[in-house]
Nanobody, 118 residues
């Protein structure tokens, strides 16, 4: 069973930056696409970014393009989300997830809270 543990969330002022980390406890980490999602209070969970197994392909939600950067370190079994120029609307619980071919994102971490104040 895969365990994903997010960290790095916190309280930041608008315009600031945070870097989220997700540590995965799996030997096959380098074989899977990984993604970041978020869920704001009263809203459905939404896609933020994803990165292919090798790191050669990345994809972002329009709302974070140009501000967020996803990366991974397969040697450390970790995926990161660098968030710059944060806005109040970025406030949410952020989750990392593993995508299983044919099944979609099926493994999720417990989430880390990001709060952006004005």
């Amino acid at each position: 069973q895969v365990q994903l543990v997010e960290s790095g969330g916190g309280l930041v002022q608008a315009g600031g930056s945070l870097r989220l980390s997700c540590a995965a406890s799996t030997r096959t980490f380098s074989s899977y696409t990984m993604g970041w999602f978020r869920q704001a209070p009263g809203k459905e969970r939404e896609f933020v970014a994803e990165i292919s197994a090798s790191g050669g392909y990345v994809n972002y939600a329009d709302s974070v393009k140009g501000r967020f950067t996803i990366s991974r370190d397969n040697a450390k079994n970790a995926v990161y989300l660098q968030m710059n120029t944060l806005k109040r609307e970025d406030t949410a619980v952020y989750y990392c997830a593993k995508r299983v071919p044919g099944l979609g994102y099926t493994f999720w971490g417990q989430g880390t809270q990001v709060t952006v104040s004005s």
